[in-house]
Every structure is written in C-alpha cells, then in structure tokens.
C-alpha cells in the first residue's frame, strides 16, 4: 500500500465537509498493484467508485478507533481519536437480508475467516458484529447492496482497518449519512451530583474486563452500567428535562483538559451541529455522588452511552437500536 510520506507533499492539506484533512491514499479493490499514487481530497468522498478507499492514518497516530457504516451512502469511515484516517466504499445486505442497524461492538477477529453459514464461504479480514452472521469482512463490491447482511469491503482497506482495531471497539452502522461530531459530554452525565438517599448497585466484580457501556433511560429515570454485556451497576437518575431524542456517545479520549466525546448518528436521525441541542432542550442529569466517583473509574476510551427516551424493561427500548455484548450467547 502506497502511503503519503513526510515532506512537501504530505503537509498539503485538503478539508471537505467530511472534515477529512492533509494527503489520504486512493486504493481500489484490486490492492496495491493496481492502485494509483495517493491524491488530495476536496472531501467529496461520495464520487468513489466502488471498490475505492481513502486512507490516511497519520492524521491521527494513536487513540481509540470508531466505525461508522451509512447504508444510505455505501460507505464506511474509521475515526481514531475523532479524526476520520479512512472512508471506503462498501456492499451491505440486500432486501432480503437487511444489514442490521445500532451500535455494535467487535466480538472476534479472524484474518481466515470462512462462513459456516454460507457454504464455507472466504470472509477475509473479518470482525465480527453478531454472533448471528454479520461481521465486516473483505469481499466483493459491485456498487450496491450485494451481501447477506454483511458488510462488505475493499480487501486492502478491510487488511488497513483489521490493524488498527481491537476487540470491543465501538462500531455503528445507521441509515443515516450524518457523521459523528465532537462534544464535551454526554448532557446526561455532566449535572451535578446529588446527595440522593435512594440507594445503588455496585458490582465490577461481575464482570472484571471488556468493553463498557452505559444506557439512560429517560422514561424509567434510571441508568445501567453494562461491561462485556454485564451489569455491573445501576443507579436512578435525576433527569433536569425529558430526553428529547435518543443520544449515543463514545469516549475518544482522557487527558489533563478532560473527557473528550463522539457524538454518533444514529439510524434516521439528522446530526445536529457540534454545539448539539439548546440548553433548554437538553436532558442533565444527576447522579447521587457516591456513583458518580465510581463510574468515572470504569470509564476508559471506548465507553459507548447510551441515552433513550424509552423504558429499559423487558419490552425492550423501542428503537432500532442494538447494544451487542462481547460475551457468545
């Protein structure tokens, strides 16, 4: 794979509305023979043929990394850090066998995957999404839907991408062609705690490992932590307004100025600006101060939060939404 080096050329600097900065590499699905030298983008990422890709992960060396799928637009970008280092054209599933949306986490990784579903067969690169078949994987792009639900991708963008993932990773696959934006917090999280009486569960014992995450319920006031697909602990919520709109966030990073957010589109919502919703519409929340101090020791870059305007109970959140635990069924 041909990539931009250090000099004149890769200082050239190129932002499109996909906020996609300096030299990525044009790839195509035949791999680095047939591929041309790396161009600028003006951002108009949309008129990649199939089977192209960008890539440019010197824009952002080290940090958590966060896949974003449009099925509307056929198209997938790796973030690391809230960066984009990468877009790729895809092929995800027909009619027929609809590419699930929500947010997902990478459960297993096999550079020699076969199906056991489909015949043996080659899944190259493959990460797994569901323990029922979906999974990104290497394979054919002929320019539309194709797969059985599957996403899939170029084969040397599908080899880029499996080497800087890990087991856990936020992935979000959505109708929607928004893209992510950055943000302080998740509102939900940042009101002050409060000194509630009502008690709250505590156990990381559960569950001592793997990715986090943590879902709000607007209608039951109540907030789960859930690790490897485990409740490690729950607390009621003190909500300053009613959630107006199901929110979901990863944290990118912590250092000495804080907590650094991704706001992500979500399955047919419209991405608001950076600045998110007004104050007076957005859902703060309180936390009693004995599980705030606990939460913040579980949350570590990767976190996903979850804020619904639905219940929690068994009747499920009733929004095409899913959150995969880490753990085979």
Known sequence: MTMARDGSAATRRAMGKWGVIALLALGTATGAAGQSAPIEVDGQVEHLKPGEYLWAPQIAPEGPVTIIVSLRLQRAYAYRNGVVIGVSTVSTGTAGHRTPTGIFTILQKDIDHVSNIYSDAPMPFMQRLT?????????NLPGYPA???CVRLPV???????GVTRLGMTVVITEASAVPVI????????GEPEDATAGYDWHPDRSEAGPVSIVISGRDRRLVVLRNGIEIGSTGILLDNAVPVTEAYTLQSIDAAGQHWLRLPLPGQIMPSAAGLSTGEEATGHLPS????????VLVPGTTVLVTRDTLKAAGMGQPLTVIAADRP
């Open 147 to 149: 797969s059985h639900g």
């Open 290 to 297: 004995g599980f705030s101090v606990l939460l913040a020791t």
């Open 156 to 162: 040397e963008f599908a080899k880029l991408l499996y």
């Open 183 to 190: 943000v302080p917090a998740p509102p939900a999280l940042t």
């Open 131 to 139: 323990w029922g078949g979906i999974a990104l994987h290497a394979g």
